[in-house]
């Protein structure tokens, strides 16, 4: 075994690499970048190397000074966890030239499996099933768009040479086709520096089943099962959970052997994920295949009882499998949630910031349990527009499907993210859809459950607004507690002669505003009056951030947890039933406020690059027309005008970076 690896990577793989190194009594080394000089997969090494600047083709897609820092601190093997360097044959040879063990596949295999047109015609030896398309070399833009018009519409356009959703669109007519086609040719370069795509004749109503196989050096290949990937957002994986439901022992084996004979086609070493589409009466055809230990593989371990970080690590010191085929067993059901920074009302639009507040339930971290949390950031890092949006996975587990639901929306309640934006609410709904909580699974479950999941309310105004109260007297307790002495003239603990003392708060959620009283009746209680309607009220606060209330209603008493975290005047709140982010107004200081800026301007939602400038000074645009695509976070966004109107002056050119709210043109009235 290895005494000292190199983990070509960040953020949570990188973290999850060098637990499971630092179990197995393996010395780690990091590389990072000159953004992540304090990033918690550095601190979570032994040793740590800065290998150039922010950006990824700066410093992590650098492998010649990942490979002289390797040699510079005695590794002996580099893995490359997933994303950058992973799938690159390139790289792979270049560790095996240099005398460094890369862990993972051969070159040959990742270069095999790389392209996807040619690993489509290896399949097809194989006697693996396909999707009807076209995977030649010629990629000449007409020959595309006539294999596209006779594989017949809907085609999806996928890069050859990619994977992780990036460079792959779905075209309906032919007249999308050559925007499409554009589109997908500069993410296939931006993010994998090769142009080349494939057409496929794209299945309605699929399902995307995953089987993980893992081989040896002694030939030996078996299948750990399968995942159902299916719930997506952009071609990207929103939830995945293993056993697939529905699966039959008999498909099971089905696709378990062929994804084995892929595997064997190509002389496959080390973890890697066949991945099929899958047609809902179960027939299936092979997608792709990544050569690499995949971002879900924790729902595979969950259910297998293994750690799937430690075999990579056996596999390329030369050991056989630890397991055969007939050893596997699955236990239970387990389902995993990518938490990310992004926007899902604004077509999940990533977000950067602060994580001020990292709440997780009570979990494991890069250890099977019924509840665990993989991350690679803690409260007070920051997530940046150079890498992933992902902030974590949270992986739960159950006897069955169903207490894994209920697992999975009780850790979800109890994860407390405040700072930016994350999709934490949506995956809750999205695991309490119809179609999810039935197993009624396709790549367009999103889409298909799009009343249920977007433009939802949060939590009830009065239990918000009642938290934020509970908020504020609580921490104005916590002062007179901390001052030895305090004019009682000036408490605000609402003692008086005679009489009742009401108390007013003024409260924003969005562009609505509230006023709400707090009324503290001379004979003692409270009572709480939000929107006109009051009710009878109490809390207990076990500090500032944590509180029970209480509200009467005639004979009912109903009792809700909450928990507040406050930022400035912002006071973010969570409970069972949601979440919501009230601000306190000081009206005084408002009223003296000027007119907010009107509408109308089309800015960077978050920092990027302009790739694409669609109009010109003196152009006349629509609300919702195309004007410009940038670059952020390894994807494209369309950005489009905000209503109708004349261009009258382009501020950036293409190429130039935009910070977060940069305005990028002057539109001035429509003729």
Not at 70 to 99: M, R, V
Not at 149 to 158: A, D, F, N, Q
Not at 212 to 239: I, M, P
Request: hydrophobic share 45%.
């Amino acid at each position: 075994m290895f005494s000292k690896i190199l983990i070509a990577n960040r953020g949570e793989i990188a973290c999850r690499v060098a637990a499971t190194a630092r179990r197995m009594g393996i010395q780690t080394v990091a590389v990072y970048s000159e953004a992540d000089a304090d990033a918690q997969h550095v601190k979570a090494c032994d040793e740590a190397v800065c290998v150039g600047g922010a950006a990824p083709r700066d410093s992590y897609l650098q492998w010649q000074r990942i490979l002289e820092a390797a040699k510079a601190t005695g590794a002996q093997a580099i893995h490359p966890g997933y994303g950058f360097l992973s799938e690159n044959e390139a790289f792979a040879q270049a560790c095996a030239d240099a005398g460094l063990v890369f862990i993972g596949p051969p070159a040959s295999a990742i270069q095999a499996m790389g392209l996807k047109a040619q690993s489509k015609r290896l399949m097809e030896a194989a006697g693996v099933p396909l999707v009807p398309g076209y995977h030649g070399a010629d990629q000449d833009p007409a020959l595309l768009k006539r294999e596209a018009t006779r594989i017949g519409y809907p085609v999806l356009i996928k890069a050859s040479a990619g994977g992780g959703g990036k460079g792959m669109r779905v075209v309906h007519s032919e007249a999308e086709f050559d925007a499409a086609l554009a589109s997908c040719q500069r993410e296939a370069i931006n993010s994998f520096g090769d142009a080349a795509v494939l057409v496929e004749r794209y299945v309605t109503k699929p399902r995307h089943i995953e089987i993980q196989v893992f081989g040896d050096t002694q030939g030996d290949c078996v299948y750990l099962f399968e995942r159902d990937c299916s719930v997506q957002r952009r071609h990207q994986k929103v939830l995945e959970e293993a056993p697939a439901p529905g699966m039959t022992e008999a498909r099971r084996r089905e696709m378990g052997e062929a994804a084995v004979a892929a595997a064997k086609a190509v002389g496959y070493v080390g973890a890697g994920t066949v991945e099929f589409i899958a047609e809902q009466d179960g027939r299936f055809y092979f997608m792709e295949m990544n050569t690499r230990l995949p971002v879900e593989h924790p729902v595979t371990e969950a259910i297998t009882g293994l750690d799937l970080g430690e075999w990579p690590l056996r596999v390329a010191a030369g050991q056989p499998l630890p397991l055969k085929q007939n050893e596997l067993r699955i236990h239970g059901h387990a389902i995993e949630a990518r938490i990310c920074a992004e926007n899902p009302e604004a077509q999940f639009l990533p977000a950067t910031g602060r994580l001020d507040v990292l709440r997780w339930p009570a979990a494991s971290r890069f250890e099977r349990s019924d509840v665990r949390v993989d991350t690679g950031v803690v409260e007070g890092d920051a997530i940046s527009p150079h890498y992933d949006s992902m902030i974590a996975k949270l992986i739960v587990w159950g006897e069955d499907r169903a207490q894994a639901l209920a697992r999975l929306d009780e850790a979800l309640a109890q994860t407390h993210i405040v700072g930016l934006q994350t999709n934490v609410a949506f995956l809750r709904r999205c695991a309490a859809t119809a179609s999810f909580a039935g197993a009624d699974l396709d790549t367009g479950l999103i889409e298909r459950e799009r009343a249920a999941l977007f433009g939802q309310p949060g939590l009830p105004l009065d239990v918000a607004a009642a938290a934020v109260v509970a908020h504020t007297l609580a921490l104005e307790a916590q002062t007179r507690r901390i001052d030895s002495w305090s004019d009682p003239w000036s408490a605000r603990d609402g003692w008086r002669l005679a009489g009742d003392a009401v108390r007013r708060f003024d409260l924003a959620e969005g562009d609505a505003h509230h006023e709400v009283l707090l009324r503290r009746h001379h004979g003692g209680g409270l009572s709480l009056t939000v929107a006109g309607s009051t009710t009878a009220f109490a809390v207990d606060s076990a500090s500032p951030e944590q509180h029970t209330l209480r509200f009467s209603e005639g004979l009912a008493l109903r009792r809700v947890r909450v928990h507040t975290y406050a930022r400035g005047e912002e006071v973010a709140v969570f409970a069972p039933q949601g979440s919501a982010t009230l601000t306190e107004v000081d009206v005084i200081a408002r009223a003296a406020e000027g007119a907010a800026p009107s509408g109308g301007r089309l800015t960077a939602p978050m920092p990027g690059k302009l790739i694409a400038l669609h109009v010109k000074a003196g152009d006349a645009v629509k609300a919702g027309q195309a004007l410009a695509v940038m670059e952020a976070m390894k994807m494209e966004h369309t950005l489009t005008s905000p209503r109708d109107g004349v261009v009258t002056e382009c501020l950036y050119a293409v190429g130039d970076q935009l910070s977060d709210g940069a305005e990028l043109l002057k539109l001035g009235e429509a003729a």
